[in-house]
């Protein structure tokens, strides 16, 4: 995954999901941290700059989409791939008009999030290369 994404931010209150999509990242070379739900993905995000969010859409306290429109609204430039197990099209068409860049079903598959990641780094590439015209 030739990206410029370097650090990455899971938020999922599976630990399981924490736990097998650090190590297949970490794998992959990228600095990643997980916490279990959006108020503790919010505070980590104070004192840490993060490039990509990957966040469960289903989730207690704070769910995916309410964390999603504050991430949004305090660090509109940060991409979120937004991920669930039970979501339909509701769900969907509600996180990408709230700004996800794409949004993933669980089981996810590692061929599938490599793709969305490249796609997320040529959207920053041409959005780089437009601004410096």
Do not use: W
């Not at 669930?84 to 590692?110: C, D, Q, R």
Request: glycine fraction near 6%.
């Amino acid at each position: 995954m030739g990206s410029k994404i370097k650090r990455i931010l899971i938020v999922d209150d599976e630990e399981n999901t924490r736990i097998g999509l650090s190590k297949l990242l970490s794998q992959e070379g990228f600095e990643v941290c997980s916490v279990p739900n959006g108020q503790e993905a919010l505070e980590y995000l104070k004192s840490s700059r993060v490039n990509l969010v990957i966040s469960d859409i289903n989730m207690p306290e704070m769910n995916g989409l309410t964390f999603l429109k504050e991430l949004n609204r305090l660090y509109p430039s940060t991409h979120v791939i937004m991920i669930t197990a039970y979501g339909g099209v509701e769900s969907y068409l509600e996180a990408m008009n709230l700004g996800a860049f794409e949004y993933i079903h669980k089981p996810i598959k590692i061929e599938e999030l490599k793709s969305v990641m490249e796609k997320i780094h040529n959207d920053a590439k041409q959005a780089s290369s437009v601004g410096s015209m």
